[in-house]
């Protein structure tokens, strides 16, 4: 399975109480977390990376437990192999393209040096189509280039999964929707597993073979039945046998995928 998820956590800020009861299991490699503000999305998100540890549960990727109250496992975020790409992403503004990328390959805090080379950085340069950018830094680039950049140093670590926090919601129309294509074409073309939040039908459209949608920090399906709260997009059979985005009809299904 890979992933495999069953996690509680209660949260709470004076008399206000927030419960999250997140609970999937799916072998799809673009999966959409969907629900409005306030649903639970980001502190999903932030449990499978790492950042809020729950109450109790367990997150499993691929076989290997990340998380697991039974047996005391709690990765650190930066063992668990996930790449958290942030809304802003969240680029070093005094670093160029280059040494952006650099930053996800090398340890420690220390910046590369603004004419760092080598063979992994170059590959990401050239896979991302940055390399006539890559002496130039974050504000000097276009809202495309900056998540290119983003992807590339989040990707050049060589991560399990890849994490996306709303990563359209602050675009405007026109750049939201080239990106959107953008990434959809990377990440078909990379294959790299993915887990989007989103509060937009859009996103969950072109990325979700699988949408979970979240409610008041639980999985539900649209009338309010956590027995039939997944969407999972039916392929279609196509000469060339890839999936396109926007292509395939919709059903739902149970949580556990049975």
């Not at 495999?4 to 999250?20: C, H, P, Q, T, Y």
């Not at 280059?98 to 063979?119: E, M, S, Y």
């Not at 937009?200 to 399906?221: P, R, S, T, Y």
């Not at 027995?227 to 059979?237: G, K, Y």
Request: charged share 25%; glycine share 10%; with cysteine.
């Amino acid at each position: 399975m890979l992933f495999d998820i069953d996690i509680a956590k209660e949260l709470r800020s004076g008399r206000r109480k927030f419960e999250l009861r997140l609970q999937f299991r799916t072998d799809s490699r673009r999966v959409v977390i969907l629900g409005p503000s306030g649903a639970g999305k980001s502190l999903s998100l932030q449990a499978i990376a790492g950042l809020l540890q729950p109450d109790c549960g367990y997150i499993h990727i691929e076989g290997r437990k990340l998380f697991d109250s039974t047996d005391g496992i709690d990765l650190a975020p930066q063992e668990r192999q996930l790449a958290y790409l942030f809304q802003d992403y969240a680029l070093f503004p005094h670093l160029n393209v280059r040494q952006n990328i650099a930053f996800g390959l090398t340890r420690g805090w220390r910046n590369p040096p603004a004419d760092v080379g080598g063979a992994e950085v170059d590959y990401w340069l050239d896979a991302f189509g940055l390399r006539r950018v890559a002496q130039q830094i974050p504000s000097e680039l276009s809202g495309g280039q900056r998540q290119r950049t983003a992807l590339a140093r989040a990707l050049a670590a060589k991560p399990r999964a890849l994490l996306l926090d709303e990563p359209f919601a602050a675009l405007d129309t026109p750049l939201r929707v080239s990106l959107r294509q953008e990434l959809d074409q990377l990440q078909r073309r990379l294959n790299v597993p993915m887990v989007m939040i989103t509060h937009d039908m859009e996103d969950a459209a072109v990325f979700g073979d699988e949408i979970l949608q979240l409610k008041d920090g639980a999985i539900v399906a649209a009338d309010g039945d956590a027995d039939d709260a997944v969407m999972r997009r039916e392929p279609v059979n196509n000469a060339s046998g890839e999936g396109k985005s926007g292509n395939g009809s919709w059903e739902n299904g149970s949580r556990d995928g049975e």
